[in-house]
Nanobody, 113 residues
């Protein structure tokens, strides 16, 4: 049984930082890539960042490039999203997801004021 569990969200002032974590359990064969999505109220879900296990290459949405950093621990069981220089428009529920989109976490709320 695959589980993804996010944590680390909260409320911060603009310019602040949060480190989101996504703990994973169970075997899933789409671990070639993991990523973060977010959904703000009244908006569609959007991709934020992704990381490829084979080479560690990361991709970012233009809106977060230079401010967010995605990473994984050595064992590959925990995914992180370091969010710096947060803006009010970053307010959203953040989800971690497997590369094939089959498994999603429950989300963690980030509120920037």
């Amino acid at each position: 049984h695959v589980q993804l569990v996010e944590s680390g969200g909260g409320s911060v002032q603009a310019g602040g930082s949060l480190r989101l974590s996504c703990g994973t359990s169970g075997r899933f064969y789409s671990s070639y890539c993991m990523g973060w999505f977010r959904q703000a109220p009244g908006k569609e879900r959007e991709g934020v960042a992704a990381i490829y296990n084979a080479n560690g290459i990361a991709n970012y949405a233009d809106s977060v490039k230079g401010r967010f950093t995605i990473s994984r621990d050595g064992a590959g069981s925990t995914l992180y999203l370091q969010t710096d220089s947060l803006k009010t428009e970053d307010t959203a529920v953040y989800y971690c997801v497997t590369g094939d989109g089959n498994y999603w976490g429950q989300g963690t709320q980030v509120t920037v004021s």
